[in-house]
């Protein structure tokens, strides 16, 4: 259950090949296939937005289409950019149609505290996820001095009886999607006045006015460089069901993902078999070979520097409970430069010194 496949990348040579068809849990480098899904569906430019609509009660409604990086930092900018639109304001309404609500993620556990396990959604904040401490008093602040600690989820914060870390937002009583809400109302309340109450709701096409539609500045390129660097599943399955609705209407589903993911393999050669259950590697059902891996890293390489670079390697790693996994590219001692693909489901141990080899013979 250990595969190993080194080939030269412009004459296609295999120079090792191991195991390279068996079907293993391929773990994070999975990744590396999600994003040319994506950037295939989207375009390597396509640039995330958000809408805001005003409608005939004062209310403000948010639309979310999924952007994975609305982060604190940007959400004053949003709201300059709204500018006096909207003198003020009655209920913040937040629709989350664009994609199915809730999210199911094989692999994913549910009522986790971990932030690999971040729900999806379309209007997420902060990745679904807060970031704490404790201050000298022994008092919750925020571990970001860009984000404030909200009374809505210093409950949970409590009751996790941590000093510090991260919660992740659940999607129990649309718990991180009103977390949004609450964050957008609390930078709106530096420049107009909240009257009334965060919540869900829908856009009505007929009576509400669109006042802004903010374009994200971050790339997919740009987001799909953080993806690998921090190997976001959050991330991942974000892009792949902003894919899914794309391409197959709102609203985006995990079932969408996939079958745009298919749609790729089909034009694709030596990818068919692919068994792809969702976008991170998180789900130990996702299954592909070695050489299906080194399939993904030539089509890949004209994004090679999106991955995170190591001495002469560009890499992506992969871990998971009794698999480890790396794939990517060499530059040889010679110039000459190589992909390699190590996916190791009954020895993940070994994962060291296998790279010492491959590092130490090219």
Not at 11 to 27: C, E, G
Not at 55 to 84: T, V, Y
Not at 168 to 175: A, H, M, T
Not at 192 to 198: A, F
Request: aromatic share 8%; charged share 20%.
């Amino acid at each position: 259950n250990d595969s190993l496949l080194i080939s030269e990348i412009r004459s296609n040579k295999n120079l090792i090949r191991i195991h390279a068809d068996q079907m293993l849990i391929p773990a994070s480098i999975l990744k590396l296939f999600t994003a040319l899904v994506a950037m295939n569906a989207l375009g390597e430019d396509y640039h995330f937005h958000t809408d805001f609509f005003s409608d005939p009660h004062k209310n403000l409604k948010i639309k979310g289409h999924g952007d994975p990086l609305i982060i604190s930092e940007m959400i004053p900018e949003m709201i300059r950019q709204i500018g006096d639109q909207i003198p003020e304001i009655n209920d913040i309404i937040l629709d989350d149609t664009h994609f199915q609500s809730p999210m199911i993620i094989p692999g994913a556990t549910k009522n986790s505290t971990q932030p690999y396990d971040a729900p999806n959604g379309s209007l997420c904040v902060n990745f679904n996820t807060v970031f704490f401490k404790k201050d000298q008093n022994g008092k919750y602040i925020s571990a970001e001095p860009q984000t404030p600690l909200l009374p809505f989820v210093l409950d949970r914060i409590t009751r996790s009886s941590l000093d510090q870390g991260r919660i992740i937002l659940s999607d129990n009583n649309q718990e991180h999607l009103l977390y949004a809400g609450y964050i957008f109302k609390h930078f709106l309340e530096r420049k107009v006045p909240v009257k009334g109450i965060v919540r869900q709701g829908i856009i009505d096409k007929n009576h509400d006015t669109l006042i802004l539609r903010y374009r994200s500045p971050f790339s997919l390129q740009d987001i799909i460089r953080k993806m690998l660097y921090y190997s976001s599943n959050f991330t991942a399955n974000q892009i792949l069901l902003a894919a899914g609705a794309a391409k197959h209407g709102e609203p985006g589903t995990l079932a969408k993902g996939i079958q745009v993911a298919q749609e790729y393999t089909a034009t694709h050669r030596g990818l068919s078999e692919i068994q792809f259950q969702e976008g991170s590697g998180l789900s130990t059902l996702n299954r592909l070979s070695a050489r299906m891996m080194g399939q993904i890293l030539k089509e890949f390489f004209p994004y090679r520097n999106l991955l995170k670079k190591e001495g002469r390697a560009f890499y992506k790693t992969g871990t998971l409970t009794g698999v480890r996994s790396r794939a990517g590219y060499l530059q040889t001692r010679t110039g000459k430069l190589l992909s390699f693909v190590v996916i190791l489901n009954s020895n993940p141990n070994s994962m060291e010194n296998i790279m010492k080899q491959i590092h130490h013979f090219y």
